[in-house]
C-alpha cells in the first residue's frame, strides 16, 4: 500500500495504514539503522510531514496563547524531546509568547512492548509552575494511562492558570482511559511505531520520520 501524499496540514490528519508523504517528497532515503533493518516494516510519517503539521500545530499554539504572558512547556521525556525542539522553535519563529521549559518523566512501559498499567515517576519538575498556563508536550497517547495520571499530578500539586495537552501522535484504538487532547500531529493506525524521539527498547530515537516495527518481530517479544 503506497502512502498517502499530504498537501495541507491545518486540519486533522488521519494517517492510514501505508502512512503519509509530504507532496513532492521522495522516500527513497535508506533507513539508517544499522543491526537493526529486520526490525523495521515501514516509514509511516515522512519527515516533510513531520515538519509541516509541527508548523500547523505551533500556528494554532501561538493563536490559543496570543494573550498569555508566557507559555510553560512541560516536557514528558524521553520521547517528546525531539517533537518539542522543533515546536518551540517554531512558536518562536512565528511571534509567540516567551516559552519556560520543564521536563517531567514517566513510564508505564519500561523496556516491555505493552503497557504495564502501573505509572511510575521518574523525575519531577524542578520549576515552581504555579499560576502558570502549562502546556504539557507529549510524543504519543495511546491507552492514556500515562498522561492521566501525569496531568493529575501536576493539577493535584500545582495551582496552575490553564492547562492544555499537545501529542505529536494519537492511537485512540489503544485507548483505556479518555483523555482530552487540545493539540494533536496525526492519529495513528494500530502500530507500534518508533522514531523522531519516539523508540523500541531505546531504539530508533534518533531518526527524523516516524516508522513502524514489524508485528513478526513484537510477536517474538509478546
Not at 140 to 151: A, F, H, M, P, Q
Not at 169 to 180: A, G, H, M, W
Amino acid at each position: 500500500m503506497r502512502p498517502k501524499v499530504i498537501r495541507k496540514y491545518d486540519k486533522k490528519i488521519v494517517v492510514p495504514e501505508g502512512g503519509v508523504i509530504d507532496y513532492g517528497e521522495s522516500l527513497s532515503k535508506k533507513i539508517s539503522t544499522p543491526g537493526l533493518e529486520h526490525m523495521v516494516e515501514k516509514i509511516l510519517i515522512s519527515r516533510g510531514c513531520l515538519a509541516k503539521r509541527i508548523r500547523a500545530l505551533a500556528k494554532k499554539i501561538v493563536h490559543d496563547y496570543r494573550r498569555a504572558e508566557a507559555i510553560q512547556a512541560i516536557v514528558i521525556l524521553k520521547g517528546a524531546t525531539i517533537f518539542s525542539a522543533d515546536l518551540i522553535r517554531a512558536i518562536y519563529e512565528l511571534n509567540g509568547p516567551p516559552i519556560e521549559i520543564d521536563f517531567i518523566r514517566a513510564s508505564s512501559y519500561k523496556a516491555e512492548a505493552e503497557s504495564s498499567g502501573k505509572v511510575e515517576i521518574l523525575i519531577t519538575l524542578s520549576d515552581n509552575i504555579a499560576g502558570k498556563d502549562v502546556l504539557i508536550l507529549e510524543d504519543i497517547v495511546d491507552t492514556g494511562i500515562t498522561l492521566n495520571n501525569l496531568k493529575s499530578y501536576i493539577l493535584r500539586q500545582k495551582e496552575v492558570k490553564s492547562l492544555r495537552i499537545c501529542s505529536l501522535l494519537d492511537k485512540p484504538s489503544r485507548r483505556q482511559q479518555p483523555i482530552e487532547i487540545d493539540y494533536i500531529g496525526f492519529e495513528v493506525p494500530n502500530y507500534f511505531v518508533a522514531g523522531y524521539g519516539t523508540d523500541y527498547a531505546e531504539h530508533f530515537r534518533y531518526l527524523p520520520f516516524v516508522i513502524t516495527i514489524k508485528p513478526s518481530f513484537l510477536e517474538d517479544k509478546l
